[in-house]
């Protein structure tokens, strides 16, 4: 993809107007996304790690199962549960005149459901690695349970934490099937840049070269940052 890349015109690509709708949306959805994972996915990930509750391992596969579920699949089944006719999706239109399918927020909660398994498994790997044992001393000296998790148990998960976050991040700035399946394709409401790829490919290949070399390049850094600052160097 690189090789074939035709350098000479790269800027005036990027320049494009639909370029940065679409590069702009992609970011503030993703980071969306993983604010909405981070307050759903570490309470739930401190559950999986540190509770035993019946039923435990029915809400591990149901917390893995958007990673191994093909995305047009997600995103049939977050039409049906949060389209306009949906489970949910009917009853929240008729008591508020909101619907999620075709607006940001859509493509926010597309983005959450396919991301929130590796903001979820990675935070639950933090856990269980940090000891316990650091968190009944801060009980033993009088913590409330609140506390402990605050000022002990979040500080010794933090880099795993962090690294959840990043995963999940690059994953939602990545997907596509799920997205395009619930909102469809508006520019400046629900064109990411993966979707907005799709598009461009079928009339211009080398506008299609350009917002791919973008995405790699994001890709690449998310990797180099992860593996420098907090997943460590061989």
Same mark, same amino acid.
Request: glycine share 8%; aromatic share 8%; proline share 6%.
């Given at each position: 993809?690189?090789?074939?890349?035709?350098f000479?015109?790269?800027?005036?690509?990027?320049?494009?107007?639909?370029?940065?709708?679409?590069?702009?949306?992609?970011?503030?959805?993703?980071?969306?996304?993983?604010?909405?994972? &981070? !307050? #759903?996915?570490?309470?739930? %990930?401190?559950?999986?790690? $540190?509770?035993? =509750?019946?039923?435990?391992?029915? *809400?591990?596969?149901?917390?893995?199962?958007? &990673? !191994? #579920?093909?995305?047009?699949? %997600?995103?049939?089944?977050? $039409?049906?549960? =949060?389209?306009?006719?949906?489970? *949910?999706?009917?009853?929240?239109?008729?008591?508020?005149?909101?619907?999620?399918?075709?607006?940001?927020?859509?493509v926010?909660?597309?983005?959450?459901?396919?991301?929130?398994?590796?903001?979820?498994?990675a935070?639950?790997?933090?856990?269980?690695?940090?000891?316990?044992?650091?968190?009944?001393?801060?009980?033993?000296?009088?913590?409330?349970?609140?506390?402990?998790?605050?000022?002990?148990?979040?500080?010794?998960?933090?880099?795993?934490?962090?690294?959840?976050?990043?995963?999940?991040?690059?994953?939602?700035?990545?997907?596509?099937?799920?997205?395009?399946?619930?909102?469809?394709?508006?520019?400046?409401?629900?064109?990411?840049?993966?979707?907005?790829?799709?598009?461009?490919?079928?009339?211009?290949?080398?506008?299609?070269?350009?917002l791919?070399?973008?995405?790699?390049?994001i890709?690449?850094?998310?990797l180099?940052?992860?593996?420098?600052?907090?997943?460590?160097?061989?």
């Amino acid at each position: 993809m690189v090789a074939a890349l035709d350098f000479s015109t790269l800027a005036r690509q990027l320049n494009s107007a639909p370029l940065r709708s679409a590069l702009w949306l992609s970011l503030i959805t993703s980071t969306a996304a993983m604010l909405a994972c &981070l !307050v #759903l996915g570490l309470p739930t %990930a401190w559950l999986l790690a $540190r509770v035993d =509750f019946r039923g435990k391992a029915l *809400v591990r596969v149901l917390v893995t199962v958007p &990673l !191994v #579920l093909p995305p047009v699949v %997600a995103g049939v089944a977050l $039409r049906t549960a =949060f389209g306009r006719t949906g489970v *949910v999706g009917q009853p929240l239109l008729e008591a508020t005149g909101f619907a999620f399918p075709f607006t940001v927020w859509g493509v926010v909660l597309a983005h959450a459901f396919v991301s929130m398994p590796f903001v979820v498994l990675a935070i639950e790997g933090a856990l269980r690695s940090a000891d316990p044992e650091y968190d009944a001393a801060a009980a033993t000296l009088g913590a409330s349970r609140w506390t402990t998790f605050r000022r002990v148990t979040i500080p010794l998960a933090l880099p795993g934490i962090l690294a959840g976050m990043v995963l999940g991040w690059a994953r939602s700035l990545g997907e596509f099937g799920a997205t395009i399946t619930f909102n469809g394709n508006y520019p400046g409401r629900t064109q990411t840049m993966p979707t907005l790829i799709y598009i461009t490919r079928q009339s211009d290949q080398e506008a299609a070269l350009a917002l791919s070399f973008v995405m790699l390049v994001i890709s690449v850094a998310v990797l180099l940052l992860l593996r420098n600052r907090w997943l460590g160097t061989p």
